[in-house]
């Protein structure tokens, strides 16, 4: 009735692009080690909304903008570069000054509230363009020609799109925590927040270098 077709597919490929190592699987992990379940949970919620706003951006045409605007495109792309290495110059500090609990609670690398953690998880995926593009590219080729809404068969992919990530992600936190029992010794730490904050330098580096499709 919405104007589907190949749903298995849909569904695949969703679950082949959650699985694929990027910044959203990346910094649910490290906030699910840093922060436990509740953690990985509330980062995994902010990035579910960022992902509520790309697919709202795809179906009324905000993505369409930035496809065909290399200034909108890249205003967003510098600002969620910017925002990654913010993140990565947080863990890294951590790595190589480490300071007492009460002020690395306070740092950039690990949040102070869950609430501080969604808000992060968000502008990590609302502040990456190619999330927004993907959108744009992937929706349409499983919608029909011939469906009698579009926008509404946009809309409803994307919230297939937003509900199966979302449940990836809280398998993942539930699959990750446990290995937060391990209790390493504080070189070990610093070097886990060190390997961290380099994979967010590397992401933000990739994200600065993107070109649109």
Same mark, same amino acid.
């Given at each position: &009735?919405?104007?589907?077709? $190949?749903?298995? !597919?849909?569904?695949?490929? +969703?679950?082949?692009?959650?699985?694929?190592? =990027? +910044? $959203?699987?990346?910094?649910?992990?490290?906030?699910?080690?840093?922060? =436990?379940?509740? #953690? =990985?949970?509330?980062?995994?919620?902010?990035?579910?909304?960022?992902?509520? +706003?790309?697919?709202? =951006?795809?179906?009324?045409?905000?993505?369409?903008? &930035?496809?065909?605007?290399?200034?909108?495109?890249?205003?967003?792309?510098? @600002?969620?570069?910017?925002?990654?290495?913010? *993140?990565?110059?947080? &863990?890294?500090?951590?790595?190589?000054?480490?300071?007492?609990?009460?002020?690395?609670?306070?740092?950039?690398?690990?949040?102070?509230? !869950?609430?501080?953690?969604?808000?992060?998880?968000?502008?990590?995926?609302?502040?990456? %363009?190619?999330?927004?593009?993907?959108?744009?590219? !992937?929706?349409?080729?499983?919608?029909?020609? $011939? /469906?009698?809404?579009?926008? !509404?068969?946009?809309?409803?992919? #994307? #919230?297939?799109? +937003?509900?199966?990530?979302?449940?990836?992600?809280?398998?993942?936190? *539930?699959?990750?925590? %446990?290995?937060?029992?391990?209790?390493?010794?504080?070189?070990?730490?610093? @070097?886990? $927040?060190?390997?961290?904050? *380099?994979?967010? *330098? #590397?992401?933000?580096?990739?994200?600065?270098? /993107?070109?649109?499709?």
């Amino acid at each position: &009735m919405l104007g589907f077709r $190949d749903p298995a !597919l849909f569904a695949f490929t +969703v679950l082949v692009l959650n699985a694929t190592p =990027g +910044v $959203d699987l990346v910094f649910t992990i490290a906030r699910t080690l840093q922060q =436990g379940i509740r #953690g =990985g949970l509330a980062a995994g919620a902010g990035i579910s909304a960022g992902c509520v +706003v790309h697919a709202l =951006g795809a179906a009324f045409g905000l993505a369409a903008l &930035m496809a065909t605007s290399a200034a909108a495109f890249n205003v967003v792309k510098w @600002a969620g570069a910017a925002y990654l290495l913010w *993140l990565a110059l947080g &863990m890294l500090r951590s790595a190589a000054w480490p300071a007492a609990p009460a002020a690395r609670a306070n740092s950039a690398a690990v949040p102070t509230s !869950l609430a501080a953690t969604f808000r992060q998880g968000l502008l990590t995926n609302v502040l990456n %363009p190619k999330v927004a593009i993907f959108f744009l590219a !992937l929706l349409p080729q499983f919608i029909d020609a $011939d /469906a009698p809404h579009k926008t !509404l068969a946009f809309l409803a992919l #994307g #919230g297939w799109f +937003v509900a199966q990530s979302a449940l990836f992600l809280v398998v993942l936190v *539930l699959a990750v925590a %446990p290995l937060r029992r391990w209790q390493p010794r504080a070189g070990v730490r610093r @070097a886990l $927040d060190g390997v961290s904050g *380099l994979l967010f *330098l #590397g992401l933000a580096a990739r994200l600065a270098w /993107a070109e649109r499709a």
